[in-house]
């Protein structure tokens, strides 16, 4: 555990940030760990890590250079210093005001942009991500909570200062649009809910943390942690600890529905299900969800646990199979590698790699080997396609609405169709099988069935940092190093795919 701190001097000398609020959404415990760990347990920040930072800061410098109006600069300025400063301009009535810093009570903020409207200042962040998410052709996009959060902060901030204008801040974000956050907007009939009621609940959390009146406790999420550095402290916990969350989808939230009944993971594999149904106490868990929750809790404490099948798992039946997986670089929505393992007959000695890469950052580069990827798909036919998880369908939806004179819609719908394509993941792992490992990700599942990557630190979030890297600098033992990671991603899912033929239904 952190060490103690008094509660009184805590909340005296550390300030709610941002920042603070920010980490806060995605894992209470991280602001924890930030405020009272032992620095000397966390990990090396990773260079993915580091290529966020960069990427915040040139793609700022860019917005900056491109803002066209006067504006006033405060960013070499620091501390007290940089307050007074925005306060006296705030005062003048700067219209804009960069890198300005806000302080009321135990607020603290440091907006990269306060604008003049009216007679009070608005507040802004620069992202180097999407303002939105979750936006597709059938669905427009939300607000972040983790950006809402931050802006929210600065707006508070400024309402106790008397200079707000409003409850509506604004993104820049990495298609440099303006992307409004009206933090008083109900989000629907059956959810009267307001970003303002989030940022409330997050700075009372907050508080309650720094104040030491809160005790969070670290929880186990695979798109989460695995880039923070507390991660290895953080597991070494849990596992001590045999904590709930190391259950595959059983995250923080339904654990802490359960810790006052069940505390571990032994402890859930040995209950019977139907004396905690009617409990208050682990309310919104239901007897399914209970039920497969315990199923994976026996799975993982049995010394000798071994993957199995809940279901029938109907795969296509075809002479050649191809294993498929893209890289795609988030920030600028470029899509730069197309990577398939082909195999013939079952027989991996067959094996061979087929790749399509972008050799330079411009749409036609991105677009020549979109259109190759889809040519050698086609001339393959018949064949059975493989892929893990529905990210590969909506890059190509994606690339065919950037590119519609390489195919047609229609042809983006025949290649993913059932009868040609297996989503591994959302198909078959999830609807039928259960496995004794914390996560159902490839990496995860393929190390499991002992293959190894030859990369000594595969990810996703890797390939990204390195293509970066290789953009800048053209290094072909970077884009050597890429497509080798891109050709073992492909091969552990065909391993994963005869790892599942070989599994035998539970009885």
């Not at 306060?87 to 804009?96: K, N, P, T, V």
């Not at 720094?210 to 969070?216: D, E, I, K, N």
Request: with cysteine; aromatic share 10%; hydrophobic share 35%.
């Amino acid at each position: 555990m952190p060490d103690q701190l008094d509660p009184a001097l805590a909340s005296k000398s550390t300030p709610i940030t941002a920042s603070m609020l920010y980490d806060l959404v995605a894992c209470p415990h991280r602001v924890t760990m930030d405020l009272f760990a032992n620095p000397s347990e966390r990990d090396a920040v990773s260079p993915f890590v580091q290529l966020l930072w960069e990427r915040g800061a040139a793609h700022e410098r860019e917005v900056i250079a491109g803002i066209g109006d006067p504006f006033l600069d405060l960013s070499k300025y620091h501390g007290l210093e940089k307050e007074q400063l925005t306060l006296a301009a705030m005062d003048r009535g700067e219209s804009i005001i960069y890198s300005g810093r806000i302080s009321s009570d135990d607020l603290l903020g440091e907006p990269d942009l306060l604008r003049k409207e009216g007679d009070g200042y608005v507040a802004g962040d620069i992202k180097s991500g999407a303002g939105e998410e979750g936006a597709s052709e059938e669905h427009e996009g939300k607000p972040k909570i983790r950006y809402a959060v931050q802006l929210a902060l600065y707006t508070d901030i400024l309402e106790r200062l008397s200079r707000s204008t409003g409850r509506t801040p604004f993104v820049w974000d990495i298609h440099c649009t303006e992307v409004p956050y009206d933090l008083m907007e109900v989000r629907g009939k059956k959810n009267p809910r307001r970003l303002w009621d989030d940022y409330e609940e997050c700075l009372c959390e907050a508080r309650k943390i720094v104040s030491r009146a809160l005790q969070t406790v670290p929880a186990y999420s695979a798109g989460i942690c695995k880039n923070c550095v507390w991660y290895a402290s953080c597991i070494k916990r849990l596992e001590a600890t045999n904590d709930l969350t190391l259950i595959p989808e059983l995250g923080r939230s339904k654990r802490d529905a359960m810790i006052n009944r069940i505390s571990s993971i032994r402890e859930l594999a040995s209950i019977n299900p139907a004396d905690f149904l009617d409990d208050r106490k682990i309310a919104g868990i239901g007897p399914d969800t209970l039920a497969k929750m315990q199923e994976r809790a026996k799975l993982l404490s049995a010394e000798d646990g071994k993957p199995y099948l809940t279901a029938a798992v109907n795969l296509p039946a075809a002479d050649k199979e191809l294993f498929f997986d893209i890289e795609v670089d988030p920030w600028r929505e470029f899509c730069y590698l197309h990577g398939f393992v082909e195999r013939q007959n079952g027989n991996n000695e067959t094996e061979r790699f087929v790749s399509f890469f972008a050799d330079a950052m411009t749409p036609e580069a991105e677009k020549q080997a979109f259109a190759e990827a889809l040519h050698y798909i086609q001339e393959s036919q018949p064949c059975a396609i493989y892929y893990y998880s529905k990210y590969e369908r909506t890059i190509y939806r994606n690339l065919c609405k950037n590119y519609p004179d390489v195919c047609t819609p229609e042809r983006i719908e025949d290649i993913f169709a059932p009868r040609n394509s297996v989503d591994l993941y959302n198909d078959v792992v999830k609807k039928g099988t259960e496995w004794p490992t914390r996560d159902f990700s490839i990496k995860t599942l393929a190390q499991y069935l002992d293959f190894k990557w030859k990369d000594p630190h595969p990810s996703g979030a890797a390939s990204i940092e390195w293509f970066y890297r290789w953009s800048e600098s053209g290094d072909p033992k970077i884009r050597e190093r890429i497509l080798e990671y891109n050709e073992d991603d492909c091969r552990a899912t065909r391993v994963l795919l005869d790892g599942i033929r070989g599994l035998s239904a539970f009885s």
